[in-house]
């Protein structure tokens, strides 16, 4: 069952209010989100093996120089096009801002219905790819990477989630559900091969040893 979580103070009717929407929400279909299918097991493990191993080196990282939530379509940036896209009935105002809706993080199992509840995470952290070779990337490299809405690097997830992770890699940091830890690396892996980013041994061997189960 999914953890429902409420951090503002509410007055009685809207309380009241509330607790008729969890009500709806536990008897409705889950919402879950909508990574793109990262690639199988078993490609995970040939990405894996033709990776190079190095040391990571954050010499001049800047989290400005991955320009990110860009514009998409109309007046709909990067940020709102992933929370539509990754949550349940989400309704958008005329600035393309969600309004209401559901999300299931699937990093934690937790169920919001606040947009603002949500961090849009880059799966493969914009420091952790700086280290990996995006140093020497162009700036629109950078941004492209940063806002790839076609490899499975954004994700909507609970924002506290999203923060405790940082920019850490496998060999430090899984999400805390297990059920999600072999579609986590696989699309590790894939986004690391897609732009031709190294792994350190640590991360190389973290990633071996989650994808063997999978």
């Not at 958008?92 to 299931?104: K, P």
């Not at 690396?185 to 991360?203: F, I, P």
Request: glycine fraction near 4%.
């Amino acid at each position: 069952m999914p953890r429902f979580y409420a951090r503002r103070r509410l007055s009685v009717a809207a309380a009241a209010t509330a607790l008729i929407s969890s009500v709806a929400l536990f008897n409705a279909p889950t919402a879950s989100a909508a990574l793109p299918t990262p690639v199988s097991a078993a490609t995970a493990r040939t990405y894996l093996a033709s990776l190079t191993v190095a040391t990571e080196d954050r010499t001049g990282y800047d989290r400005d120089l991955f320009p990110h939530w860009i514009t998409q379509s109309g007046s709909c940036n990067t940020r709102e096009v992933v929370l539509k896209r990754d949550g349940s009935n989400v309704q958008q105002d005329s600035s393309c801002a969600a309004t209401s809706g559901s999300w299931y993080s699937v990093y934690d199992g937790a169920t919001w219905t606040a947009a603002s509840d949500l961090d849009i995470d880059h799966l493969v952290p914009l420091a952790e790819a700086w280290d990996s070779g995006a140093d020497s990337w162009t700036t629109s490299r950078r941004q492209s990477f940063a806002n790839d809405l076609t490899r499975p690097q954004l994700i909507a997830v609970t924002d506290n989630v999203n923060q405790a992770k940082g920019d850490q890699d496998p060999a430090t940091w899984m999400p805390s559900r297990t059920a999600y830890r072999c579609t986590y690396v696989r699309a590790w892996v894939q986004v690391k091969y897609y732009y031709g980013l190294s792994v350190d041994s640590a991360e190389k061997s973290a990633l071996q040893n989650y994808l063997a189960s999978c």
